[in-house]
């Protein structure tokens, strides 16, 4: 009897070995498997990021060695204003900037506002300006917001539009409503009008920016077409008066053929 329970507890003995070397035989097996599968997940994981951080990238013009030139105007309702944005070039941050002359000069000192960050928006940021979809501050110092501006009699509030002529020999001129702070610059000589209308207005009957000093300019030669950042404080070529953009001094009142919606 004694050598039976003996055998049976061998026999046990065994059989348990066995079970723990299977187990531990298994888990030998998982864990390389987990460690390839955590690999791969993190070589994805790095193609992803760089894909992300090559999307976000700057492509295309202009690049930090580009000097460019734009005209703009500002249109509200059915009039140009006769001002300009105050010369910002003292202070300039970016190289997308004005010197109160009606242009605006695009020469990215910094590659965040290169490639597709060269934008309207990245020319009203360096001017402290307030611009979005439905609001743009004007050269006299106002902020208009289409949300409670009215043209004239109109029962609709305002709409605010770019129009962008992508070249100087453009006739016809592409429209936008949305995004117009993304709105690029991504040629020399491009000519841009922000339109504060009725909605009921044609973007064809808004005029086109007077191109007459930018053409002036860009054919002076480059020592004379000053980029504000030498410290100089020079403000742009000096051109007969005639062809000098008008300014005038910031007013309170309010633009032409306007007026703010009634409350209620």
Request: hydrophobic share 35%; net charge negative; aromatic share 8%.
């Amino acid at each position: 009897m004694a050598r039976s329970a003996a055998a049976k507890k061998v026999a046990k003995a065994a059989s348990t070995g066995a079970g723990g070397k299977s187990a531990l035989s298994d888990r030998n097996f998982l864990f390389p498997g987990a460690m390839v599968l955590v690999a791969l997940l993190g070589i994805v994981l790095i193609f992803i990021a760089r894909d992300q951080r090559y999307d976000l990238a700057p492509h295309g013009d202009p690049t930090t060695a580009d000097h460019w030139h734009s005209a703009y105007n500002v249109y509200v309702c059915d009039e140009i204003s006769p001002s300009t944005y105050v010369n910002d070039s003292d202070d300039d941050r970016t190289g997308i900037h004005t010197h109160g002359d009606g242009l605006i000069h695009i020469h990215p000192f910094l590659s965040t506002v290169t490639g597709q960050y060269a934008t309207l928006g990245a020319f009203m940021n360096e001017s402290e300006l307030v611009f979005d979809d439905s609001k743009i501050q004007l050269p006299i110092g106002t902020v208009l917001d289409e949300n409670n501006f009215k043209c004239g009699d109109d029962e609709e509030n305002a709409e605010l539009r770019v129009l962008k002529w992508n070249t100087l020999d453009a006739e016809t001129s592409t429209e936008y409503v949305t995004d117009l702070s993304d709105v690029r610059f991504n040629a020399d000589g491009q000519l841009f009008t922000f339109a504060m209308v009725s909605p009921s207005m044609k973007s064809s009957d808004i005029p086109r920016p007077d191109d007459s000093y930018l053409k002036s300019y860009t054919t002076l030669p480059n020592e004379q077409q000053p980029i504000g950042e030498d410290g100089s404080g020079s403000t742009g070529p000096t051109l007969p008066a005639g062809e000098l953009p008008a300014t005038e001094e910031p007013s309170d009142s309010e633009p032409p053929e306007s007026e703010e919606p009634s409350e209620g």
